[in-house]
């Protein structure tokens, strides 16, 4: 399984990104999938769990972007988007596009930047 990972950018405290990550591979790989999220590590901080997503639609999210962040998936296109609106600052990391199969193999994506900043 591949995960590509895109949509980081620049943005200004208040604004909003949407991310998108699409996985690849063989189609048995890719039905094996229950777990997506999204991971990120800022400068000198720990990478942490933002949001996870199960093929059936239950979320989990770090409580500093509850209410803000929504995650989203299309199962039919193996594709999960992350919409961050009323970004801050503290938002400001390389976010990981991560993947957890049946068998508890993870995956991970190649990171995508988002820089919250005037």
């Known amino acids: 399984v591949q995960l590509q990972a895109s949509g980081g950018g620049l943005v200004q405290p208040g604004g909003s990104l949407k991310l998108s990550c699409a996985a690849s591979?063989?189609?048995?790989?890719?039905?094996?999938?229950?777990?997506m999220g999204w991971y990120r590590q800022a400068p000198g901080k720990k990478r942490e769990l933002v949001v996870d997503?199960?093929?059936?639609?239950?979320?989990d999210y770090l409580d500093a972007v509850k209410g803000r962040f929504t995650i989203s998936r299309d199962n039919a296109k193996n594709t999960v988007y992350l919409q961050m609106n009323n970004l801050k600052p503290e938002d400001t990391a390389i976010y990981y596009c991560?993947?957890?199969?049946?068998?508890?193999?993870?995956?991970w994506g190649q990171g995508t930047l988002v820089t919250v900043s005037s």
């Open positions: 997503i199960t093929r059936d639609g239950d979320t």
């Open positions: 591979g063989a189609s048995g790989s890719l039905l094996s999938i229950n777990l």
């Open positions: 991560n993947a957890v199969n049946k068998q508890l193999h993870e995956f």
